[in-house]
């Protein structure tokens, strides 16, 4: 089981969880979560039933921590076998999501810890070198990382000692630490697609993606967009989750997009309401941004829209894909928006539901463009 976004553990203390969408950059404060105190690392997600939100595990100190984004709550526990006083690094959780597998001191063990009976059995050692996360392939469930130093990439294999091997050097460009103080330059969180398209997030941000769906290594990764994820400067300390695979390619070159709502009615198929709303596209860096004005020639516009039956949206000039909660709108051809330039678009939005218990005006949260060429 799968989502549309991964989770973010960021800054080395009073830790807050994000989620964030590889898509389109969309990244997002778990507001009902209250940040931990002494931090965590080594993260790993146990995917529920549909509808549900993973739960996510993690480690620190010699505890488990078990938080529930959905229920807001974060609370830690103590694990039999778990040494105390080591700074943990990687995580990821088994296929069945029964086991999170930690690794920390590079001479020291590794651990598999039972999340149901909350003990820990002792593995081999990781290996040297400053690599912060791993994630497992889809589809042969190696472990991959990435070394921060050089860019190498990575594979763990728990069979062996120490379990680092080099899979191929330098394909990565070296990671860069954040602002924050003591912060590491290190990929410290990373995920893959169902397909095996691989992404490591370093501790500044920076978001990589390379395509390991096939039996060849790319010579080099590619990062996306122009400048890092919104995350107030603060270290990306590890991530967890399995994304589904979208037709769609990446882009977090973020310009301005503003909203003006038009007008709603009632639909009766499906029952519901159409809301209209005026979308003002700027060829101009948003707020998350650091880039300069620059001419558009094709465009992605994201939102929420509740993934339902009968849910839609319509727009001239646009392909329109639904995951997840989101719409993505992505700009059939080339149509050259000058730098500084606006123009108007026209979107219609069908929402299912009781048209007396839905809103008069739909809030269209998650609002954002971005620059695809």
Excluded at 148 to 153: E, K, P, Y
Excluded at 283 to 306: E, M, T, W, Y
Excluded at 332 to 354: F, K, N
Excluded at 361 to 368: H, Q, S, T, V
């Amino acid at each position: 089981m799968t989502h549309r976004k991964v989770y973010l553990a960021v800054g080395r203390k009073n830790t807050r969880i994000y989620r964030f969408d590889p898509i389109d950059g969309d990244t997002r404060l778990v507001d009902n979560v209250a940040p931990y105190k002494s931090g965590f690392t080594a993260m790993g997600a146990q995917y529920r039933e549909d509808g549900k939100e993973p739960l996510l595990f993690a480690v620190s100190g010699g505890g488990l921590v078990v938080i529930d984004v959905e229920a807001g709550t974060v609370a830690q526990h103590p694990v039999q076998g778990l040494p105390t006083g080591v700074t943990w690094y990687d995580g990821d959780m088994s296929t069945d999501g029964k086991t999170l597998f930690v690794a920390g001191d590079p001479q020291g063990h590794s651990y598999s810890i039972d999340v149901a009976n909350k003990t820990a059995t002792a593995g081999n050692p990781p290996g040297g070198g400053r690599w912060d996360d791993f994630a497992q392939h889809p589809k042969d469930h190696r472990l991959i990382s990435v070394e921060g130093d050089n860019g190498d990439l990575l594979n763990v294999d728990p069979q062996k000692n120490p379990m680092k091997t080099v899979l191929k050097p330098g394909v990565f460009r070296p990671a860069e630490a954040s602002s924050s103080s003591g912060s590491r330059r290190a990929y410290s969180a990373m995920f893959f697609d169902t397909v095996g398209n691989f992404y490591a997030v370093d501790s500044a941000g920076n978001v990589n993606h390379l395509d390991l769906s096939g039996g060849e290594i790319p010579a080099k990764a590619e990062r996306i967009g122009n400048g890092k994820i919104p995350v107030d400067g603060l270290e990306v300390m590890n991530g967890a989750g399995l994304i589904t695979q979208m037709p769609l390619k990446p882009s977090y070159d973020e310009i301005t997009v503003t909203k003006k709502f038009t007008t709603s009615w009632e639909s009766y198929d499906p029952k519901g309401r159409v809301y209209s709303f005026d979308l003002v596209l700027s060829a101009s860096a948003g707020k998350n941004s650091p880039g300069k004005n620059a001419d558009v020639r094709k465009f992605r516009i994201s939102f929420d829209l509740p993934t339902l039956p009968g849910s839609k949206v319509e727009a001239s000039g646009v392909d329109v894909l639904y995951e997840g909660g989101k719409a993505y709108l992505d700009s059939q051809s080339d149509q050259l928006l000058p730098a500084g330039e606006s123009r108007h678009i026209t979107v219609q939005i069908t929402v299912p539901g009781d048209p007396a218990e839905l809103p008069h005006e739909y809030p269209l949260a998650g609002l954002r463009a971005t620059r695809l060429a």
